[in-house]
């Protein structure tokens, strides 16, 4: 027995029963979900929260930048409605500003879980949806410059009140949102996942009763927490900084600086963001939750990738984040496109730790979550659709290997919709889906390559909605590692004219002839150049992962010492 | 003249036997250790020795159905072929971005493993089909010289995969390519998407196209060799490869789609686990195949195992029907350790066969499950097959160092260590059944495998089921299931459709070109009067859905023919409420694939002549640990001595040639007229 009055071993098959639980959610929403975004990219999240509303545990596959989003809805449900839930309640909400959200299209649900008349836990999932209205389609285009035009905004409320459906607020919800037959889809999925886990829960309540539950909750948390400041303690005590910029937020304001001062003495480590640029206009802010899940990622992946995912970890940290500032931003701010600024919260988290994690730190990544969004109407069926896709990138180069080409990096992992897919569902044309030469930073590692996607409409004019970050701020190397190459947006016209587009490229008329052409950001290189293997180099070139060209700007080696080439 | 069926399934450690006589259902078995360098060594030598010790005719083995490793080890070693691959321009990334995920989210270290192809071997070429099969961009001859040309100066390439955009509607384009290479280029092997895979979804078709070229020179040459040596002992034997999907095919099929055969052995459990348990007259089953680093589950409803469609084998994605094993690392060999949260974590790391778990006395010296069950006098000391000695001694020395760590007692440590192990299991059970909407408590749990048995009881208890079946030879089941398999090949076509009425004449064109191919099969490969069968099954899913459920919608001999509209429908919504609990009665339904499986059943024979025991012999009692409560004395039980009729209450422990049973002291066994053991498990 230990202090907590779990022993050890019965604690981690309780833990597992748990995981599981969340596991099983997180299988039937992908499985019974309607959009694509959900079933074949698995932008979606379950969790259990205790009954005081924290989390305990998150699906295997959960995505980081959920992660505060849920936790943030506990909060706030607990709050409004603490001595008023029953058993058969379902709540819902989205809003970042009132509800803990991090951006609109992602939709919140929580179902109570009850022994008797005892609260024990939530069983807590997230979707992102694919379209919840606002004044663009697909709720995710750049330029929007204040919360109202991003989406409904939908604060706490009650879905179900006793096992019964709230029709009114349902059909408000749907009539709200563009394809309201997918959104109740997803709506539905996301009903039967809080059905599914309550039964599980109650499964586990029977062998455990709900005091011994309470228990095992404190204790995960408890032993989580213990593990984060463990790894924490691992750090040399001390003050590193770092500072970053975004390109623009789409909205008239350029290079948004975020300003990191982590201060770490003995297992307590402060994350201060002192400094840091105001808010601004365009719909790149981050909700303190958002800043939060960043941070609890870059500190899972440097120093212990098996600590679990729950409060435990949020309670080991300390965050300093000056409201109203562009990492604790406040109502009426935007904030459809967070991911990428919490991309730059984990480059300036990486790049302020790289000095002391050298081996575990990678180069700055992409640093984006490259969206396109194409919208029209389909020439043959005379529907409208929306096509959204979210493009990976170059992963940072590390200390002994090369960077990943062309994946998903940090705090987003969802996966691509097949060329065959997207031509069979909507009147598109994918002509190239490619790794990009010379994209990945030069460095005694290479870091990892941009994608390239070229796509154009079939038998009319589509809008194009395309949002890119490290357009202008490259991703940067460590240890003498060149940069990686920046995004960039264009137009290529039939003739192959190139007509450039920014990096918040909005509603971008596209003819039959003209393609959209979108290439994200390679990812920085670790250590010099210059002490790259000429293996490795002649391996590249044979590859055409780089040219001569590139060969000839940054590996000196290998014009001293040429190697018979290909 | 008797007609024997020989069943062979290579293993890691083990090849292993099981052959039967038709006319008399005498059925035999034998185990000798593997010859990883050389598999077939083990084979020729193994088939030759029980030749011998069963005073079988070599000349009288009408079959020798083969379960095979050879392909998956070729993928887990990354030992293949030098591989091309030919793809429509724009697209030769395609396989390396995969679907642009990364394996594990916090793990900064671990990538994807790169393509089998690297990129200056992914050749592109111009040429473009679109969505309705439409050639949107013509192949031209001079294309395909150029090409041929620059696979020629890669002296290293044996193997080449052809994967065109939207080749599965529209074949022509791969299907010039592919004839050129083989005219130009006769040495090197082929593969062709719209053959292997022709499915919608182009990385994973590829991925598997490609995966099949990579196996193509090894496993064809493995094949054929290995059948040229057997004839040499048994010259009359037909030779049969066990495919993932479960069923055989010829050696030549197999030499065409190795990646047919990734998971060879384990399937065949599957199908002997679904025979076994159909002697016994229960067609609803869970497998628990329990060895020395991993478990298998897999579920069988009405006698059919559960097909899956994906897997990823050491990385790498395949998509084609296989039967739907799920795999956690946790078995004999799984190591206990306490975990940075200072909780007890057991496996994944396995002490594996060498140096294995302390107890076996080579080596290990790491707490073991195996340690945990010797402690508990789960495992006893003296096996009933001999073979191995088990050291007390050494699996308390293993155990201690954790028991102290935790500040509990010994026999505690190794409940605790055994209990993980099984919710561990008990996990693996669940994703087969209850995520994919089976109530585990209406089926009957058989364990299998070396330590299936050890366990089995408690992971029911965990899971509500109540019943338990163990087969009569738990320990060689993957080899009783190939003498027990028949000729198996799916056939599939696309079609993607609104159900209607007016669709239905498309889909019975398609189904009967369908049902053609298997015909043709049929005659090819299918010798004399088997018994032949086919089933009709369609992907569907609710229009705008991007994922499909499968859908058995007819099955019969010789003809069968699509169904009308509201069949089709009312099949598909069955499904999706069985699967997903709800469903939109009034949704429009989608038809994407067609699939049509034909089978030709084999000649079969039940299994008779085994042990005939006469009376319970002397009987043996340890002390074994069931729970906290403490040790209860326990009889130690050979199985050849348990006659049919046999009912014997808990607790015991009942052995075998190289497999344990636990009875806890709830639980009554009674041994069936097919000499299988069924435990029922009081209420919990």
């Given at each position: 027995?230990?202090?907590?009055?779990?022993?050890?071993?019965?604690?981690?098959?309780?833990?597992?029963?748990?995981?599981?639980?969340?596991?099983?959610?997180?299988?039937?929403?992908?499985?019974?979900?309607?959009?694509?975004?959900?079933?074949?990219?698995?932008?979606?999240?379950?969790?259990?929260?205790?009954?005081?509303?924290?989390?305990?545990?998150?699906?295997?596959?959960?995505?980081?930048v959920?992660?505060?989003?849920?936790?943030?809805?506990?909060?706030?449900?607990?709050?409004?409605?603490?001595?008023?839930?029953?058993?058969?309640?379902?709540f819902?909400?989205?809003?970042?500003?009132?509800?803990?959200?991090?951006?609109?299209?992602?939709i919140?649900?929580?179902?109570?879980?009850?022994?008797?008349?005892?609260?024990?836990?939530?069983?807590?999932?997230?979707?992102?949806?694919?379209?919840?209205?606002?004044?663009?389609?697909?709720?995710?285009?750049?330029?929007?410059?204040?919360?109202?035009?991003?989406?409904?905004?939908?604060?706490?409320?009650?879905?179900?009140?006793?096992?019964?459906?709230?029709?009114?607020?349902?059909?408000?919800l749907?009539?709200?949102?563009?394809?309201p037959?997918e959104?109740?889809?997803?709506?539905n999925a996301q009903i039967?996942?809080?059905?599914?886990?309550?039964?599980?829960?109650?499964?586990?309540?029977?062998?455990?009763?709900a005091?011994?539950?309470?228990?095992?909750?404190?204790?995960?948390?408890?032993?989580?927490?213990?593990?984060?400041?463990?790894?924490?303690?691992?750090?040399?005590?001390g003050?590193?900084r770092?500072?970053?910029?975004?390109?623009?937020?789409?909205?008239?304001?350029?290079?948004?600086?975020?300003?990191?001062?982590?201060?770490?003495?003995?297992?307590e480590?402060?994350?201060?963001?002192?400094?840091?640029?105001?808010?601004?206009?365009?719909?790149?802010?981050?909700?303190?939750?958002?800043?939060?899940?960043?941070?609890?990622?870059?500190?899972?992946?440097?120093?212990?990738?098996?600590?679990?995912?729950?409060?435990?970890?949020?309670?080991?940290?300390?965050?300093?984040?000056?409201?109203?500032?562009?990492v604790n931003?406040?109502?009426?701010?935007?904030?459809?496109?967070?991911?990428?600024?919490?991309?730059?919260?984990?480059?300036?988290v990486?790049?302020?730790?790289?000095?002391?994690?050298p081996t575990?730190v990678?180069?700055?990544?992409?640093g984006?979550?490259?969206?396109?969004?194409?919208?029209?109407?389909?020439?043959?069926?005379?529907?409208?659709?929306?096509?959204?896709?979210t493009?990976?990138?170059?992963?940072?180069a590390?200390?002994?290997?090369?960077?990943?080409d062309?994946?998903?990096?940090?705090?987003?992992?969802?996966?691509?919709?097949?060329?065959?897919?997207?031509?069979?569902?909507?009147?598109?044309?994918?002509?190239e889906?490619?790794?990009?030469?010379?994209?990945?930073?030069?460095?005694?590692?290479?870091?990892?390559?941009?994608?390239?996607?070229?796509?154009?409409?079939?038998?009319h004019?589509?809008?194009?909605?395309g949002?890119?970050?490290?357009?202008?701020?490259?991703?940067?190397?460590?240890?003498?590692?060149?940069?990686?190459?920046?995004g960039?947006?264009?137009?290529?016209a039939?003739d192959?004219?190139?007509t450039?587009?920014?990096?918040?490229?909005?509603?971008?008329?596209?003819?039959?002839?003209?393609?959209?052409?979108?290439?994200?950001?390679?990812?920085?290189?670790?250590?010099?150049?210059?002490?790259?293997?000429?293996?490795?180099?002649?391996?590249?070139?044979?590859?055409?992962?780089i040219?001569?060209?590139?060969?000839?700007?940054?590996?000196s080696?290998?014009?001293?010492?040429?190697?018979?080439?290909? | 003249?008797?007609?024997?069926?020989v069943?062979?399934?290579?293993?890691?450690?083990?090849?292993?036997f099981?052959?039967?006589?038709?006319?008399?259902?005498?059925?035999?078995?034998?185990?000798?250790?593997?010859t990883?360098?050389?598999?077939?060594?083990?084979?020729?030598?193994?088939?030759k020795?029980?030749a011998?010790?069963h005073?079988?005719?070599?000349?009288a083995?009408?079959?020798?159905?083969?379960?095979?490793?050879v392909?998956?080890?070729?993928?887990?070693?990354?030992?293949?072929?030098?591989?091309?691959?030919?793809?429509?321009?724009?697209?030769?990334?395609?396989?390396?971005?995969?679907r642009?995920?990364?394996?594990?989210?916090?793990?900064?270290?671990?990538?994807?493993?790169?393509?089998l192809?690297?990129?200056?071997?992914?050749?592109?070429?111009?040429?473009r089909?679109?969505?309705?099969?439409?050639?949107?961009?013509?192949?031209?001859?001079?294309?395909?010289?150029?090409?041929?040309?620059?696979?020629?100066?890669?002296?290293?390439?044996?193997?080449?995969?052809?994967?065109?955009?939207?080749?599965?509607?529209?074949?022509?384009?791969?299907?010039?390519?592919?004839?050129?290479?083989?005219?130009?280029?006769p040495q090197?092997?082929?593969?062709?998407?719209?053959?292997?895979?022709?499915?919608?979804?182009?990385?994973?078709?590829?991925?598997t196209?490609?995966?099949?070229?990579?196996?193509?020179?090894?496993?064809?040459?493995?094949?054929?060799?290995?059948?040229?040596?057997?004839?040499?002992?048994?010259?009359e034997?037909?030779?049969?490869?066990?495919?993932?999907?479960?069923?055989?095919?010829?050696?030549?099929?197999?030499?065409?789609?190795?990646?047919?055969?990734?998971?060879?052995?384990?399937?065949?459990?599957?199908?002997?686990?679904?025979?076994s348990?159909?002697?016994?007259?229960i067609?609803?089953?869970?497998?628990?195949?329990?060895?020395g680093?991993?478990?298998?589950?897999?579920?069988?409803?009405?006698?059919?195992?559960?097909?899956?469609?994906?897997?990823?084998?050491?990385?790498?994605?395949?998509r084609?029907?296989?039967?739907?094993?799920?795999?956690?690392?946790?078995?004999?060999?799984s190591?206990?350790?306490?975990?940075?949260?200072?909780?007890?974590?057991?496996?994944?790391?396995?002490?594996?066969a060498?140096?294995?778990?302390?107890?076996?006395?080579?080596?290990?010296?790491?707490?073991?499950?195996?340690?945990?069950?010797?402690?508990?006098?789960?495992?006893?000391?003296q096996?009933?097959?001999?073979?191995?000695?088990?050291?007390?001694?050494?699996?308390?020395?293993?155990?201690?160092?954790?028991?102290q760590q935790?500040?509990?007692?010994?026999?505690?440590?190794?409940?605790?260590i055994?209990?993980?192990?099984?919710?561990?299991?008990?996990?693996?059970?669940?994703?087969?059944?209850i995520?994919?909407?089976?109530?585990?408590?209406?089926?009957?749990?058989?364990?299998?495998?070396?330590a299936g048995?050890?366990?089995?009881?408690d992971?029911?208890?965990?899971?509500?089921?109540?019943?338990?079946?163990?087969?009569?030879?738990?320990?060689?089941?993957?080899?009783?299931?190939?003498i027990?398999?028949?000729?198996?090949?799916?056939?599939?076509?696309?079609?993607?459709?609104?159900?209607?009425?007016?669709?239905?004449?498309?889909?019975?064109?398609?189904?009967?070109?369908?049902v053609d191919?298997?015909?043709?099969?049929?005659?090819?490969?299918?010798?004399?009067?088997?018994a032949?069968?086919?089933?009709?099954?369609?992907?569907?899913?609710?229009?705008?859905?991007?994922?499909?459920?499968?859908?058995?919608?007819?099955?019969?001999?010789?003809?069968?023919?699509?169904?009308?509209?509201?069949?089709?429908?009312?099949?598909?919504?069955?499904e999706?409420?069985?699967?997903?609990?709800?469903?939109?009665?009034?949704?429009?339904?989608?038809?994407v694939?067609?699939?049509?499986?034909?089978?030709?059943?084999?000649?079969?024979?039940?299994?008779?002549?085994?042990?005939?025991?006469?009376?319970?012999?002397?009987?043996?009692?340890?002390?074994?640990?069931?729970?906290?409560?403490?040790?209860?004395?326990?009889?130690?039980?050979?199985?050849?001595?348990?006659?049919?009729?046999?009912?014997?209450p808990?607790?015991?422990?009942?052995?075998?040639?190289?497999?344990?049973?636990?009875?806890?002291?709830?639980?009554?066994?009674?041994?069936?007229g097919?000499?299988?053991?069924?435990?029922?498990?009081?209420?919990?």
């Amino acid at each position: 027995m230990s202090e907590d009055g779990i022993d050890p071993i019965s604690l981690e098959i309780a833990w597992n029963g748990l995981k599981s639980i969340a596991d099983e959610c997180f299988t039937a929403i992908m499985r019974s979900a309607f959009s694509s975004n959900v079933k074949e990219r698995h932008d979606h999240s379950t969790a259990i929260a205790d009954a005081r509303g924290r989390l305990v545990v998150q699906a295997e596959m959960a995505l980081p930048v959920h992660l505060a989003s849920m936790g943030g809805m506990m909060k706030e449900l607990l709050a409004l409605y603490a001595g008023d839930i029953g058993p058969g309640d379902i709540f819902i909400a989205n809003d970042p500003h009132v509800a803990g959200g991090t951006h609109l299209p992602d939709i919140n649900m929580a179902a109570p879980v009850f022994e008797g008349d005892r609260l024990v836990g939530f069983i807590a999932n997230i979707i992102h949806h694919a379209d919840v209205g606002g004044a663009a389609v697909g709720s995710m285009s750049g330029g929007l410059d204040e919360i109202y035009k991003e989406g409904l905004r939908i604060p706490l409320m009650r879905l179900y009140r006793r096992g019964k459906c709230d029709e009114d607020l349902l059909r408000l919800l749907l009539l709200n949102m563009r394809l309201p037959d997918e959104r109740r889809g997803d709506l539905n999925a996301q009903i039967a996942a809080c059905r599914l886990g309550e039964g599980r829960l109650q499964d586990l309540l029977k062998v455990h009763g709900a005091a011994r539950m309470d228990a095992i909750f404190d204790a995960v948390i408890e032993r989580t927490q213990l593990r984060m400041r463990k790894a924490i303690a691992s750090l040399p005590d001390g003050t590193y900084r770092f500072e970053d910029m975004m390109d623009d937020d789409g909205a008239g304001t350029r290079d948004i600086r975020i300003v990191l001062a982590i201060t770490k003495s003995g297992e307590e480590i402060t994350f201060d963001f002192t400094g840091t640029d105001p808010q601004v206009k365009g719909n790149f802010n981050l909700t303190w939750n958002a800043t939060q899940s960043a941070i609890c990622y870059s500190l899972k992946a440097l120093l212990d990738a098996e600590i679990p995912t729950n409060q435990g970890i949020f309670d080991a940290i300390r965050i300093i984040a000056p409201a109203g500032s562009f990492v604790n931003c406040v109502a009426p701010a935007a904030v459809a496109m967070r991911a990428n600024s919490c991309q730059r919260v984990v480059d300036c988290v990486l790049g302020a730790l790289a000095p002391v994690v050298p081996t575990q730190v990678v180069a700055a990544a992409n640093g984006a979550n490259t969206s396109a969004v194409f919208t029209g109407t389909d020439p043959a069926t005379g529907k409208m659709y929306v096509y959204l896709e979210t493009l990976g990138g170059g992963m940072g180069a590390r200390y002994a290997r090369d960077g990943k080409d062309g994946v998903q990096v940090h705090i987003t992992n969802t996966s691509n919709l097949p060329v065959e897919a997207i031509e069979l569902e909507y009147p598109l044309r994918v002509e190239e889906y490619s790794l990009i030469p010379d994209t990945g930073g030069a460095g005694r590692q290479r870091g990892g390559m941009g994608i390239r996607r070229v796509i154009r409409p079939v038998a009319h004019t589509c809008e194009f909605n395309g949002v890119g970050e490290r357009f202008h701020h490259a991703p940067w190397g460590l240890f003498g590692g060149a940069p990686g190459a920046s995004g960039r947006f264009y137009l290529l016209a039939s003739d192959g004219e190139r007509t450039p587009l920014s990096s918040k490229a909005t509603r971008i008329a596209l003819c039959e002839d003209t393609c959209a052409v979108i290439e994200t950001p390679g990812a920085g290189g670790y250590g010099k150049p210059e002490e790259r293997a000429l293996s490795a180099i002649d391996a590249d070139l044979q590859a055409g992962k780089i040219t001569l060209q590139e060969v000839r700007t940054n590996y000196s080696q290998w014009m001293e010492f040429p190697l018979p080439s290909s | 003249m008797e007609n024997w069926i020989v069943g062979c399934d290579v293993g890691g450690t083990f090849t292993d036997f099981c052959a039967r006589e038709m006319a008399s259902g005498r059925t035999v078995i034998h185990k000798r250790p593997s010859t990883p360098d050389d598999p077939s060594r083990a084979v020729l030598n193994g088939l030759k020795e029980l030749a011998q010790l069963h005073d079988i005719d070599p000349a009288a083995i009408g079959r020798f159905a083969h379960g095979t490793t050879v392909a998956t080890n070729a993928l887990l070693q990354r030992k293949g072929a030098g591989v091309a691959l030919v793809t429509t321009r724009g697209f030769r990334d395609l396989l390396e971005i995969g679907r642009q995920a990364r394996p594990l989210i916090y793990d900064l270290q671990v990538d994807a493993p790169a393509p089998l192809a690297p990129r200056h071997l992914r050749f592109e070429i111009d040429e473009r089909i679109g969505p309705r099969g439409e050639v949107l961009r013509p192949l031209h001859d001079a294309d395909i010289d150029a090409l041929i040309e620059a696979i020629r100066a890669q002296p290293d390439v044996t193997a080449v995969a052809v994967c065109l955009i939207f080749a599965f509607i529209n074949p022509d384009h791969e299907r010039r390519i592919a004839e050129a290479i083989r005219a130009a280029l006769p040495q090197v092997f082929v593969s062709v998407s719209s053959d292997v895979q022709p499915e919608f979804r182009e990385f994973e078709r590829f991925s598997t196209t490609l995966i099949n070229a990579f196996l193509q020179p090894e496993v064809s040459g493995y094949m054929a060799r290995l059948e040229a040596e057997v004839k040499t002992v048994a010259p009359e034997a037909e030779f049969g490869i066990f495919q993932s999907s479960g069923g055989l095919m010829s050696v030549q099929r197999a030499g065409q789609f190795p990646v047919r055969t990734a998971l060879s052995g384990p399937a065949a459990g599957a199908v002997g686990a679904a025979g076994s348990g159909a002697s016994s007259g229960i067609g609803d089953v869970i497998t628990l195949d329990i060895g020395g680093t991993s478990t298998d589950v897999c579920l069988i409803r009405d006698g059919k195992t559960a097909l899956a469609s994906t897997r990823d084998i050491s990385g790498f994605r395949i998509r084609l029907p296989m039967v739907d094993i799920h795999t956690v690392g946790a078995g004999g060999g799984s190591i206990a350790q306490i975990g940075g949260d200072g909780l007890m974590k057991v496996g994944p790391e396995s002490a594996g066969a060498v140096p294995g778990p302390a107890c076996y006395g080579k080596g290990g010296t790491l707490p073991t499950v195996s340690d945990a069950n010797v402690i508990l006098g789960r495992l006893p000391i003296q096996l009933a097959g001999g073979g191995l000695t088990i050291d007390r001694d050494l699996a308390v020395r293993a155990v201690e160092p954790v028991a102290q760590q935790l500040g509990v007692s010994l026999e505690e440590a190794a409940l605790g260590i055994v209990g993980i192990a099984n919710a561990n299991m008990s996990r693996a059970i669940r994703v087969v059944s209850i995520e994919k909407g089976y109530d585990p408590r209406l089926f009957t749990l058989m364990p299998f495998g070396g330590a299936g048995g050890l366990h089995a009881a408690d992971v029911a208890k965990s899971l509500g089921m109540k019943r338990i079946i163990v087969p009569l030879t738990p320990g060689i089941l993957c080899a009783e299931g190939l003498i027990m398999a028949d000729l198996q090949e799916d056939f599939v076509a696309n079609c993607r459709s609104i159900v209607t009425e007016a669709a239905i004449p498309q889909l019975r064109a398609e189904c009967a070109g369908l049902v053609d191919r298997a015909l043709d099969w049929l005659a090819q490969e299918a010798v004399g009067d088997a018994a032949q069968t086919m089933h009709l099954s369609f992907d569907m899913r609710y229009f705008g859905q991007n994922y499909e459920l499968a859908v058995p919608v007819a099955s019969g001999t010789g003809t069968i023919t699509c169904p009308d509209a509201a069949t089709l429908r009312e099949a598909f919504l069955a499904e999706y409420r069985r699967s997903y609990g709800h469903c939109d009665p009034d949704g429009t339904v989608e038809t994407v694939n067609l699939r049509l499986r034909a089978t030709a059943r084999l000649t079969q024979s039940a299994a008779k002549g085994a042990p005939q025991a006469t009376s319970v012999a002397e009987r043996q009692f340890v002390p074994v640990w069931f729970d906290r409560t403490g040790p209860a004395q326990t009889p130690i039980l050979a199985r050849a001595h348990l006659p049919a009729g046999t009912v014997l209450p808990g607790p015991a422990i009942i052995t075998q040639l190289d497999s344990t049973t636990v009875v806890p002291p709830d639980a009554t066994v009674r041994v069936d007229g097919a000499l299988n053991m069924i435990m029922e498990l009081a209420d919990v």
